[in-house]
């Protein structure tokens, strides 16, 4: 029997896990616009980041969306064009997740949606129409 007394939060490699998890039970059709997106977890995002994005502290960032949109794309990719990626920041969603009453894995489902889903121009009504299917909550 676990206990809490032997609950650890999720390390980076268990958190990976989770976002496979999380990303394998996306639809069909949303993981196919997805094709060699690449899956980055991170406790805190890059110095970088944290000032491209003016971020106050790195707990305001749960993720990022990093490459070439749909949108964006040409019709012939470029030479040494890098893949399409998302940072999964471990740190910021777990002190989201300690403040919310959402359970972790819905809380990174949303973020790998969102990140996916805005640089790809969809609506948060569709986004979240994803998430619900995802989530099992939409027959």
């Not at 899956?39 to 993720?63: K, N, R, Y």
């Not at 064009?81 to 949303?110: C, F, K, S």
Request: contains cysteine.
């Amino acid at each position: 029997m676990t206990t809490f007394r032997t609950l650890t939060a999720p390390d980076l490699t268990a958190f990976e896990d989770m976002a496979e998890e999380s990303f394998a039970r996306l639809p069909d059709k949303f993981r196919e616009l997805c094709e060699g997106l690449v899956i980055l977890i991170e406790d805190f995002p890059a110095e970088d980041v944290l000032e491209e994005m003016e971020c106050e502290t790195p707990f305001d960032i749960l993720g990022l969306f990093q490459g070439t949109g749909l949108a964006q794309a040409g019709a012939v990719p470029e030479t040494g064009q890098i893949p399409n990626a998302v940072w999964l920041y471990r740190r910021p969603i777990l002190d989201y997740w300690a403040e919310h009453e959402e359970t972790l894995g819905h809380v990174i489902t949303h973020v790998l949606v969102h990140e996916i889903g805005h640089h790809f121009g969809l609506s948060d009504a569709e986004m979240e129409a994803i998430e619900a299917e995802a989530d099992g909550t939409v027959h």
